[in-house]
């Protein structure tokens, strides 16, 4: 808890918050590497591209589990990968 309220008395969740271009692009290249039959993107994979978009997706994860992930994002995350995104598959 403290840590979430430093992060948001010293607007650091502001300040890592991708801006919305940056967003955009991760989730074309999510849609890209789910229609490629690559399912959901795995942090530990050997594959550069598969870890780094998990890395990304296990961060939207922590952001929406802390509750402070915006409706849009929420929604086109859902429209990529299904309501259950949150929960690793």
Do not use: H, N
Not at 28 to 42: K, N, Q, S, T, W
């Amino acid at each position: 808890m403290k840590r979430y309220l430093s992060r948001q008395i010293t607007g650091l969740d502001r300040m890592r918050e991708p801006r919305d271009e940056e967003f955009a692009a991760a989730i074309v290249e999510l849609e890209a590497f789910r229609e490629e039959g690559g399912g959901i993107p795995d942090w530990r994979s050997s594959d550069r591209v598969e870890a780094r978009l998990g890395s990304w997706l296990e961060g939207q994860r922590d952001v929406e589990r802390r509750g402070v992930l915006c409706e849009k994002r929420r929604a086109l995350l859902e429209g990529v990968l299904g309501p259950r995104w949150v929960s690793p598959s």
